[in-house]
């Protein structure tokens, strides 16, 4: 099992919409979440920290199970600008400054 | 203002010719890493720096070494670049000891090997 897995898409969903990816970590002591955005080319980019009690930011929302082991992120309202790849990243345990990397999910919004 | 800075942004080489890639940064932070990322993949960890501790990744190949003569540079040195060492390079760096804290990345440096 991968130690964090993401649907890889691509997602293709019209301007407006809401969307919803989804990602799931193998590590139970894992202790930090992030969603990071990466355009074609370009570097990744934090989007936001994921808390446990939920967080926003805008159109985004980002959650957290930690029974489950899943993270989610939800933006309403997209736009064009939202079209990227949206990374997964989780911190290791306590003591290893290491994050791991999902595969990302691509999404285009499309006109 | 760039806070971690990579050059150069592109680099041509030619295969089994050895290249430098450099980066630095201004956050003054204790931790830096090189990723790997080839189209379509997560960026692939080749080893970080905490302070002037090198930690290496189990299945980073020889062919790649680093250096890190102070807190703000780092390299990444190919000895005898192959077609399959073609990427984006990445470098990141991090403040230790803050679980919450993310990484930053520079622009990346894309390797072609001729």
């Known amino acids: 099992r991968k130690e964090v897995e993401q649907d890889p898409g691509p997602f293709n969903v019209p301007e407006g919409a809401t969307v919803a990816f989804n990602c799931t970590y193998s590590?139970?002591?894992?202790?930090?979440f992030f969603w990071y955005r990466q355009d074609c080319r370009k570097e990744p980019k934090l989007l936001m920290s994921?808390?446990?009690s939920g967080n926003e930011d805008g159109r985004f929302t980002a959650q957290l199970n930690r029974a489950s082991q899943y993270i989610s992120l939800l933006i309403r309202d997209s736009k064009l600008s939202d079209s990227a790849t949206y990374l997964c990243v989780v911190n290791a345990p306590f003591g290893n400054e290491k994050l791991t990397f999902g595969t990302g999910t691509r999404l285009t919004i499309i006109p | 203002d760039a806070m971690v800075i990579q050059n150069p942004r592109y680099q041509v080489t030619q295969f089994g010719k050895p290249v430098t890639l450099s980066c630095s940064q201004t956050?003054?932070?204790?931790?830096m890493y090189w990723y790997q990322q080839k189209s379509s993949q997560a960026p692939k960890l080749l080893f970080h720096?905490?302070?002037?501790?090198?930690?290496n990744e189990a299945d980073t190949p020889d062919n790649f070494q680093s250096r890190r003569p102070n807190t703000s540079f780092c390299f990444l040195d190919i000895r005898s670049p192959g077609l399959g060492d073609a990427a984006m390079y990445l470098c990141a760096t991090k403040r230790a000891g803050g679980f919450t804290d993310t990484q930053y990345f520079g622009p990346g440096t894309r390797l072609t090997v001729l």
């Open positions: 590590n139970s002591a894992s202790q930090s």
């Open positions: 994921v808390y446990s």
């Open positions: 720096y905490y302070d002037k501790d090198f930690n």
């Open positions: 956050l003054n932070h204790n931790v």
